[in-house]
């Protein structure tokens, strides 16, 4: 399998090298050259295949000859040391947990996978010494899926810039408390400047020489993994009959990491995104006219973006025709305050405690199901809800208990560089570290 960037798609490269570039060259984001048929894979899986037998398999089946089954086992068995869980919360509603990683939150599947594969293939590569450095800039949450899933992987240092007192305290521990090859600055400035820090030491010509590369969300390594759950849940589910996949999103990437498995061959045909009052894909379907604005700040914070990436993905995956995308994709928004009052009904109805990003999604189950009340409906759920203590308090007041992975991180202490938030103050750090 080669893959190509949707804005040109006559230079193909191998996965390693879009996983290492992260980005295309020409500014645009990696697709699989050709649609590959994996049919008969999915419909030989078992009932009960363990998830990561199937990820390996999946990895192989998609990536070889390049990525072989040897490889690909020993990726996804460092990378997975968790998995997803089904439960069914209740008649025609079953949420797929995807929080049980070391982050709580669905973005430690792709970090993971990611990490691993860069390990991996990085041992592989013929100067025994190849080693790489990922910059990464975070506004809090998805910085540390990245930390968590880059600590201790030999070949690799990890760089993470966050805005100094614009994240949580939670946060800035699972951001600052690692050590070993996860290095933590904080910038004295906002998470816009920490972006364009990052992105600008990968054009420094003075940096040229250091192995730099980028661990984005937009990154073929994590959107990838991403269609694992989708492929395992459907094995445990298909027994049952038609179903439809509900997405909580904000840059699309998880839903698009399904269209793509839809796309192969995965014989489930219903996806629906679920956003805040970030809207822009929804009205996209309305209307016809893609318009991106600045972002709205909701409790569901993960999924504010105001110009979600995948975008260009899906643009490119339907051919540029909003007909064509409205075939495969319904996307539904829910304020803030349905989302808060979800959390509560969800609670007191069920019993089960969901994470305001999950609540959103639980909201457009139920939308979508009094259309369609034949149809049962799986929702991805995104993080754990005691990530977000404040929000789920307020709705419920309970107070969610603390994942045990993170409980244990409140009393190790921060460690940090501070560093200015000019781009030559990043190119002088680095160069001070690595030379
Ligand atoms: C990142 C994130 C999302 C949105 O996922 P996309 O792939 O950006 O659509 C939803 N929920 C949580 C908790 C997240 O961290």
């Known amino acids: 399998m080669k893959f190509v960037s949707t804005r040109n798609h006559e230079v193909s490269v191998g996965f390693t090298e879009a996983m290492f570039n992260g980005l295309a060259?020409?500014?645009?984001?990696?697709?699989?050259?050709?649609?590959?048929?994996?049919?008969?894979?999915?419909?030989?899986?078992?009932a009960d295949v363990p998830f990561n037998e199937?990820?390996?398999?999946?990895?192989?089946?998609?990536?070889?000859?390049?990525?072989?089954?040897?490889?690909?086992?020993?990726?996804?068995?460092?990378?997975?040391?968790?998995?997803?869980?089904?439960?069914?919360?209740?008649?025609?509603?079953?949420?797929?947990?995807?929080?049980?990683g070391p982050s709580c939150a669905f973005k430690d599947f792709g970090a993971s996978f990611l990490a691993s594969a860069m390990n991996h293939l990085l041992a592989r590569k013929s100067d025994n010494n190849s080693r790489a450095i990922i910059v990464t800039a975070t506004s809090g949450d998805t910085g540390s899926a990245v930390a968590q899933a880059f600590h201790d992987k030999d070949r690799i240092d990890v760089i993470i810039l966050y805005p100094s007192g614009r994240v949580s305290p939670l946060q800035e521990k699972q951001l600052t408390t690692l050590g070993g090859n996860v290095t933590a600055l904080e910038v004295g400035g906002s998470f816009d400047d920490c972006q364009r820090m990052a992105k600008a030491a990968f054009t420094d010509p003075k940096l040229s020489h250091l192995p730099l590369s980028s661990a984005n969300s937009i990154n073929l390594g994590r959107l990838i993994?991403?269609?694992?759950?989708?492929?395992?849940?459907?094995?445990?589910?298909?027994?049952?009959?038609?179903?439809a996949f509900i997405v909580p999103s904000g840059n699309f990437g998880n839903i698009t990491a399904g269209l793509y498995a839809a796309a192969w061959g995965l014989p489930v045909n219903r996806y629906v995104a679920a956003t805040n009052a970030n809207d822009v894909v929804p009205q996209y379907l309305k209307t016809g006219r893609y318009e991106p604005r600045p972002s709205l700040a909701t409790?569901?914070?993960?999924?504010?973006?105001?110009?979600?990436?995948?975008?260009?993905?899906?643009?490119?995956?339907?051919?540029?025709?909003?007909?064509?995308?409205?075939?495969?994709?319904?996307?539904?928004?829910?304020?803030?305050?349905?989302?808060?009052?979800?959390?509560?009904?969800?609670e007191k109805e069920n019993g089960y405690l969901c994470c305001p990003h999950t609540a959103v999604g639980w909201r457009v189950a139920e939308l979508y199901r009094e259309k369609n009340p034949e149809v049962p409906v799986v929702v991805l759920s995104t993080a754990h809800p005691g990530k977000f203590i404040e929000t789920v308090k307020q709705a419920t007041g309970r107070t969610p208990e603390l994942p045990e992975a993170l409980f244990r991180l409140m009393d190790r202490k921060k460690e940090a560089f501070s560093v200015g938030n000019g781009d030559a103050d990043l190119r002088d750090w680095l160069l001070g570290r690595f030379g």
């Not at 060259?25 to 078992?46: A, I, M, V």
């Not at 694992?228 to 038609?242: E, I, K, N, P, Q």
């Open 54 to 100: 199937l990820a390996a398999d999946f990895t192989t089946a998609l990536l070889g000859p390049e990525i072989s089954p040897d490889i690909a086992g020993n990726i996804i068995n460092d990378a997975f040391t968790f998995g997803p869980k089904l439960r069914e919360v209740r008649d025609g509603i079953t949420v797929l947990e995807l929080f049980h």
């Open 299 to 346: 409790f569901s914070n993960a999924m504010d973006v105001g110009a979600p990436s995948n975008y260009e993905r899906l643009d490119d995956l339907f051919s540029r025709s909003v007909d064509a995308f409205r075939s495969h994709v319904e996307a539904w928004s829910v304020d803030d305050e349905t989302t808060l009052e979800t959390i509560a009904r969800v």
């Open 25 to 46: 060259p020409d500014g645009g984001l990696y697709r699989p050259e050709h649609t590959p048929n994996l049919s008969q894979f999915f419909t030989g899986l078992s």
């Open 225 to 243: 993994p991403q269609s694992f759950y989708y492929v395992w849940a459907w094995t445990r589910l298909r027994s049952r009959g038609d179903f």
